[in-house]
């Protein structure tokens, strides 16, 4: 299994790629809880699922939106990394 980092600044986006069905999320929420079993609180982590049919069409500012919210979620993640 990969080694993921632990978040920090500048250490904002990891992006697994890979065929349908392939195991893709499951890899991603064994990492989310690889981070949480070594002490990285779930509020510093984000996870967003694009394929979501609910955000079809998706428009053109998705990302923008997305971030804008965690943002306002939490707002010490934009100075601090997620």
């Known amino acids: 299994m990969t080694s993921l980092p632990k978040p920090a ?3 904002l986006v990891h992006i697994l790629t890979g065929m349908q069905r392939s195991g893709k999320t499951f890899q991603l929420f064994q990492l989310i809880n690889d981070l949480m079993q070594s ?6 982590m984000f996870y967003f699922n694009f394929s979501d049919e609910r ?16 943002w306002r979620q939490d707002p010490s993640s934009r100075t601090q990394g997620a």
């Open 39 to 44: 002490g990285v609180p779930r509020e510093r």
């Open 55 to 70: 955000l079809q069409p998706m428009p053109e500012d998705m990302l923008d939106q997305v971030i804008t919210e965690f």
């Open 9 to 11: 600044m500048f250490n």
